[in-house]
């Protein structure tokens, strides 16, 4: 098997098993949308406050803490069923697994992201932010391949630790600060004021570069952080 | 040579340009006549024990590579050691910044972008901490600590450009002192501070690693001894 048929059935087989229980994902929607809930009160400090500025960070922070139960639990059924194991035993090369695992997480993220960012838009959003949509998703694809591949990588490591998911959110949380400056300023603008390039550009080539650069470390690291 | 550079020896030229810095600093070296006046005078600690904690974690990365190539885990002792001490000199850079920043800008805390990146790297080397008290495997837990410290290295850069470059246009960035060039008697005192504190990171970074070796031995030795 070659590397792409190999990437393509370890994906195929994260989505059939996702898709079969959907635990996963209903859990996240779920929680994606009682955050919204919980943001709107914690923000509204009095009758009509405007939050129009909170919103960007208001959707990362969401989808940070939601992806967070996501790759806890994609690793735990993994480590648990020990399936892991299987796949390690297969001739298969172990970034070809990095690469697959991050593209799973990556599929889960941007399904919640297609159910969550319409309701958050109907909840918090004035302007009409249509027109921006391209740079807006754009933004969202950087900002979800960052968190994607470094916490694929970090839960790898925390999933075989004594403490696991409790390691998860004190690794990722620092790593991804960059990833939140630029994603929540970015967002906000495109909801706020509308996105002129001249605006977003530096927050996107940060995006891009905190991408590549984390790839490569990833691929170059994860032979070592899967174990044998 | 080698006698030069052992741990004891690092120490005494540390603690000689030390004091000898800080007195150039304040007896030789003039009260800044900008703003800054006698506060500044925390530059010539302040600076350097940045430069040090940064170098600390540097040592602590390029140990992490050396470990991941040779698995000897003499590279995780000394990768270990270089975080400790990276974390201790990150402690001081922000109480000193605090310092600096009370006397400068009238508050304890700004969310400028070094200090913030100390503050961040404070807990990412915090959880690199968490991450080897988890691990109870040897071999194991030296890989997943190269793993971080390396992860956790890259970022730090990225982290300062994002919280220095990026806000601008929703709040200002606070510009410290540095930007503009130094003075002669400035950079004298400045440069002998500088050296001293980095040759004090590298004698608490060899007697730590020493100590760590050492520590190695006597669990072997035990070991052998059926102990």
């Given amino acids: ?228 | 040579m080698k006698k030069l550079l052992s741990a004891p020896a690092l120490f005494i030229w540390a603690s000689v340009l030390l004091i000898v810095g800080i007195l150039l600093a304040f007896w030789y070296s003039p009260i800044d006549a900008s703003s800054m006046g006698f506060s500044q005078k925390i530059f010539y600690y302040h600076v350097p024990i940045a430069s040090a904690a940064f170098v600390a974690f540097g040592v602590a990365f390029v140990a992490a590579i050396a470990y991941l190539r040779t698995q000897d885990l003499k590279w995780d002792r000394l990768g270990y050691v270089g975080v400790r001490i990276g974390l201790l000199f990150s402690i001081l850079v922000m109480a000193t910044g605090m310092i600096w920043g009370k006397a400068a800008w009238g508050v304890w805390w700004a969310w400028e972008p070094r200090l913030t990146t100390y503050l961040l790297a404070c807990f990412l080397y915090a959880a690199y901490w968490v991450l080897r008290s988890v691990v109870d495997e040897e071999d194991r837990r030296a890989t997943y600590a190269a793993v971080f410290a390396i992860i956790a290295f890259i970022d730090v850069p990225i982290t300062f450009f994002a919280t220095r470059f990026l806000p601008e246009g929703l709040h200002p960035v606070v510009v410290g002192p540095g930007g503009g060039g130094m003075e002669g008697s400035i950079a004298v005192s400045f440069a002998i501070c500088m050296v001293g504190m980095l040759l004090l990171m590298a004698a608490i970074i060899r007697r730590d690693y020493e100590i760590e070796l050492i520590r190695d031995r006597v669990t072997d030795l035990k070991t052998s001894l059926g102990g």
Avoid at chain 1, 84 to 111: E, M, S, W, Y
Avoid at chain 1, 150 to 167: C, E, K, P, Y
Avoid at chain 1, 172 to 194: C, D, H, K, S, Y
């Fill in chain 1, 1 to 228: 098997m070659s590397g792409w048929s190999q990437f393509k059935a370890i994906l195929r087989k994260d989505l059939i098993r996702e898709l079969r229980t959907r635990d996963m994902l209903v859990s996240m929607i779920l929680f994606v949308l009682l955050a919204m809930i919980i943001f709107h009160y914690a923000f509204t400090v009095k009758e009509g406050a405007d939050l129009t500025y909170f919103t960007g960070g208001m959707l990362w922070v969401t989808f940070i803490f939601a992806m967070l139960l996501g790759l806890n639990r994609s690793f735990a059924q993994e480590k648990d069923e020990h399936c892991l194991d299987g796949l390690l035993l297969c001739p298969v090369d172990r970034v070809t697994i990095f690469f697959a695992k991050t593209a799973g997480n990556l599929v889960f993220l941007l399904i919640i992201q297609a159910v969550a960012v319409p309701v958050f838009a109907l909840f918090f959003i004035e302007r009409n932010f249509l027109g921006d949509l391209l740079p807006f998703l754009i933004v969202l694809a950087l900002a979800d391949l960052g968190i994607c591949a470094l916490g694929t990588l970090l839960a790898t490591i925390s999933m075989n630790t004594r403490s696991r998911d409790l390691l998860l959110p004190i690794l990722l949380l620092p790593l991804i600060v960059p990833v939140l400056i630029a994603a929540t300023g970015a967002t906000t603008l495109i909801f706020a004021e509308g996105a002129s390039f001249g605006s977003l550009v530096a927050r996107l080539l940060l995006l891009l570069g905190f991408d590549a650069v984390f790839l490569v470390a990833a691929w170059g690291t994860y032979d070592f952080a899967i174990g044998e």
